[in-house]
């Protein structure tokens, strides 16, 4: 797909014609929000972790030197080469940027942003809860509470369980806080017992459990081994996502919670079917090892997962999207642009072929306003 | 579906019926000899490592205490109840047996003998590239020459490529070898330069590579870590394929070795069209990654890796399936039972659609014809 926000004669034509303003309002299920630099925490931290900030720092599992996993795609590294804002802060760091760039611009009723600190990979535990804390008041500060249009997902320890558990209990009180995010390559399947204490917090709360794109173990991402290039990170991470589900269905995260949504984000989706197939199949031959489980793997799927829309895999036929969509379902997937990601996905133009119309509604808005807590 | 050969009463129906006689004569790509026991590969080992056996024995990276990653379904613990033949040996150590439960009942033209003995897991890597050898000069000695419709893969220390090159090459000079076999867990990605080794003996020798389902490096299976239950590991072993396919095509091993055909075994198919998908996707965005290749990724996968079909993914509505094999291809896939194993896939039974008539025969006998060189 031409990517038609870094592609200038694009963005002339589209100017030429008038800025695009859909009918529908928009709900945009992915974007990120970025935390400058240590200095911006300072304020929200104790002295006691001011002081480990200043004489000890970040130590994590992260094996990439820089915590990034993204190739240089651009001066970015990872983000689109015009979202840099004019002040030359970090993508996604800049309020009014992001509202020229993406909310005015597209007219975005609402976006919930997945703040990518990864304070659950620092290898203090205290101090990565005290990260996350300070992530999700320096959230409010500057996020939620400049912008109505904006909501959060709360930062947390989720390898840390019972502290994040507690965070996710206090900042749920701000009703800015819509979602608990985690991501998919954790230390154990999220599935096991150790992580119960976040669905728990979650459920009690009324917030789903979104899932994102992102982080390391320190182990590596394929069970083959280290892989040499980008593309094979990111398709490993799509797996990731797959193992994920598998565990949280298999280990009965759903029936153990039965108000818990899980949302996964910038996963992919065409992946679903298959998989479906495989553990309906797989639990028809071999469900005495898991007779807990109340129904097929594929139902706690439709019922309890919703999927963010990009990045969304491109058949070599268009009209297999269609059937693909079908397969899933239309209550499942929301979109998302991944804003200011370099694989941004254009809200008039991510679909390569065109959805029916009530699908692409639950798509771009529907769906969203039954999973979230959005407001009016 | 229903194994009905493991069930007695479809079993007793089908024998009132008379045995059924295919028209059509099937190549097996995917039955599994069984070493007995180390004193069967005694007399294949050099004094050196007769004495080590004595002395030191096997010493692996699995953490599998008894080296098997099969659930306990039945006596066997992975095999088919009714596998074990009448001498207590262990199920597909015993031919005659072989013969009456599969080559013969279903009119087998040719069965492809992959031994599931991992040599390549040792960690003394001379140990392993010995018993290799006394693998394959037990199947020739034991299989090979016991019955004309056999062929076999070479056993060979993949972890250890200059060994199994050397083995690769005199191996292939007995003309029942068709294949060399790895398994799809490795310390590396298979399209790194350290296995580069294995591929040149193999084109050399005219042997496609084969992978197949097993094996364990000690690292966790997914990237988040150990799972619970088998149906994740089962699930898991499926993806293992894809980093390998996605490896061994972005670091242009199909460009190196003009010759070299990769066969995936035992991994399953229907994850073949979003790989594609998502593999050509990410290549359009980010191909200066890999500067160096020379086609979409989804024409490596087409012209040059066949898949086995057992296990065949079962989709929930029939018809999907003949979709399914319509995207990849009908030159791509090869029939295949997993004797004698639990999820044997009986070969009258195993599409729960009827295939078109062309497309069944290339699956169930002209694709494997292609690819293997199988006498006459």
Redesign the interface.
Known sequence: MTDLLTDPAAAAREAAHGRPRPALGIIDCDVHNAVPNDAALRPYLPARWRDHMDHVGSRTFSPYENGFVY?K?GPGGGSRADAWPPSGALPGSDLPFMREQLLDRFGIDRAILNCLYRAAEQRHEEYGAALARAVNEWQVEHWLEQDARLRASITVTFESPEPAAAEIRRAAGHPGFVQVLLF?????????RRYWPIYEAAQECGLPVGIHFAST?G??????????????D???????F???V??LI??GVFDRFPQLTVVLIEG?F??V???????????H??GA??PDLQRLP?EYLRDRVRITTQ?I????RPA?LL?LID?IGRDILMFSTDYPH??FDHPQRAFQTKLPPDVHTRIMRGNALDCYALGT
């Open positions: 190739p795609v998919p390559r954790t230390l154990a399947p999220l599935g096991r173990t182990a590596p991402i394929t069970s083959a081994g280290w892989p040499s290039f980008y593309i094979e990111h398709t490993s991470m799509s797996v990731a797959q193992a994920q598998t565990s298999l280990e992919g065409a992946w079917p298959p998989l479906m197939w495989r553990l309906d199949h797989l639990y031959r071999l090892e898991v594929s990045p895999e491109e058949p070599e297999d059937d397969e370099w694989d």
